[in-house]
């Protein structure tokens, strides 16, 4: 898998999967049957292997993190803890993105509290409790498909 990152590769069918046909010409090179992202986002990426269920620090904190379709590979007590550490490691502004089958919404009550849960276009973004109001007014319509919230597929 980060092979896979490291190289920028995506299948037609991986690119088909919410990405607007504008970023795909803007942003990707046709390499055979696979799209190669451009080489000036590629260096501007940092891949490294952390295991989510052991300690980690010094990470920073992030302005989106995506944790799409791992948490099911957990127990109760895994998935909440790696939650819980997770709050620390957003913006204060940020964005935590799941998987469409997974939920904060199964947590002990302190924990699910302090993720809050908002609708964009047909993604369900989570954020930071004491996270500011969300303002999409600055971007286009969530359901439109230049929208880069709406455009994750997650
Ligand atoms: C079903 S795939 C999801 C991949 C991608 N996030 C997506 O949504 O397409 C699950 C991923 O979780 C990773 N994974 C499983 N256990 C992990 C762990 N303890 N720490 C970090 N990643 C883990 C696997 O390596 C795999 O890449």
Known sequence: MLERVKAG??????????LPATSLVRYFTRVGREWEVAERL??????RHLNLAAPYVGLGTFDMIWLRNVLIYFDAETKQDILRRMLP???????????????????PADLSAAWRRDPVGRVQVHRRASAPPLDLSSTTSPSSPSSPLASTGA
């Open 89 to 107: 490691m957003l913006q204060l502004d940020g964005f935590l993105l799941l998987g469409s089958s997974e939920t904060t919404l199964d947590l």
């Open 9 to 18: 590769r995506y299948s037609q069918v991986e690119v088909n999967r919410g």
């Open 42 to 47: 590629r260096e501007r990426v940092t891949v």
